[in-house]
Structures are given as C-alpha cells and as structure tokens.
C-alpha cells in the first residue's frame, strides 16, 4: 500500500544541525511532487518545503527559507529535509506528504524534533 | 503573506450538522482542500477541489464555496468525526496555505 515512513527527528541543540528522512513505498516516487509540513506543540499545520519530482525546482517557507534544505533520491525513494541553524522555534511534529494537484494526498506519521536552548 | 481564518471551535450532536467555515481574500478564484487530523495522527485529505471527496472518505463529508468563504459540511456526525480540520489552498505570493485550523466536538 501507498506508505510514507519518516525517520531522523530527535533533540537537538539551538544552532545544531539535523536530518529528516522519508522513505516511500507503494507507488512510484519519482513521479511525484513531495512536501514538508510541520506542527509545533498545541498548533497548526504550517507548510515547510515542496520539491518538485525530479528534485530540480525547490519552494521554501520564509520561515525556514535559508536554514532548510529539502532534496531527494529517487533511486532510493526518499526524499530529505536538511535542517541547519535550528532554533527553538523549529520544534515541531515534521510530516512529509505526497504532492497531488497542489494538494497533499497521502502523509506521513511524523518525526518528532525538539530544539533545546 | 495569504491568511485562511476559520472558527477555533465547532460543537455539534450526534446525528446532526457540522459546518466548519474557511474565509480568505478572493478565496473564489483558488481551489480549496480539507485535512481532517485526529489526536495524535497525521492529517488526511477528506475534500479536495472545493467539493471532490477522495476514495474511502463517507458521503458524509462534503464541500462548498460561496463569495469569499469555503465551507466543510459534515453530516450525520459520528463520533470519530471528533478532530481538528484544517482548510488549505495555494497561493502564488504565500505558496502552500493551512488554515487556523477547527476542533470539532461531539457532544
């Protein structure tokens, strides 16, 4: 079945860096767009990154705009989120989901990281 | 930067109607998506396109758009519809927006 798995979150000190993993099975993920959306504690749904299926085209949030990095490895079905200069702010649930028609069809569990001061 | 507004809380019977709005400038023009996400879970899409259901979402989930207001209507509410429902469009200024997001009680 369609299945995304996040792996790499963790607690990480202010300024550190970390990164997320998400492997994906059941369909064929280099045809696909693929997302980073997180979720601080008690919060919303904020968006993070989008890269495009073949990795060429990448969109940021201002928020992380600079700080992030998202890539992907088709010939592993997994796509990344590199993440530098981590600030406490940046603690959140990080959930990668496929990319459908500007929307997000299938998600991830979530990898939890928390930035300790 | 794009700001979708919905209400924080919507409280309903069981049996009854939900309707959880999402409001936003020129909202009309975008297309509208709908994650309902239960305590602890990750989201899942119930509405897309304004008003499409994705296959093995009930009936019961249905979407609408009037003027500058979206709206996710939820009938016959059961009470594993208890969760938090988040709006989303894309914006071409603000990229991917979520809403404020709406807590659905079942009382």
């Known amino acids: 079945q369609v299945q995304l798995v996040e792996s790499g979150g963790g607690v990480v000190q202010a300024g550190r860096s970390l990164r997320l993993s998400c492997e994906a099975s059941g369909f064929t993920f280099s045809s696909f767009a693929m997302h980073w959306v997180r979720q601080a504690p008690g919060t919303g749904l904020e968006w993070v990154a989008l890269i495009a299926y073949d990795g060429v085209n990448k969109f940021y949030a201002d928020s992380v705009k600079g700080r992030f990095t998202i890539s992907r490895d088709n010939s592993k079905n997994t796509l990344y989120l590199e993440m530098n200069n981590l600030r406490s702010e940046d603690t959140a649930v990080y959930f990668c989901a496929r990319d459908v028609g500007r929307h997000m069809d299938v998600w991830g569990q979530g990898t939890t990281v928390t930035v300790s001061s | ?107």
């Not at chain 2, 914006?91 to 979520?98: I, K, M, N, R």
């Open chain 2, 1 to 107: 930067s794009y700001v979708l507004t919905q209400p924080p809380s919507v409280s309903v019977a069981p049996g009854q109607t939900a309707r959880i709005t999402c409001g936003g400038n020129n909202i009309g023009s975008k297309s509208v998506h709908w994650y309902q996400q239960r305590p602890g879970q990750a989201p899942v899409l119930v509405v897309y396109a304004d008003s499409d259901r994705p296959s093995g979402i009930p009936e019961r989930f249905s979407g609408s758009k009037s003027g500058n207001t979206a709206t996710l209507t939820i009938s016959r509410v059961e009470g594993g519809d208890e969760a938090d429902y988040y709006c989303q469009v894309w914006d071409s200024s603000s990229e991917y927006v979520f809403g404020t997001g709406t807590k659905v009680t079942v009382l």
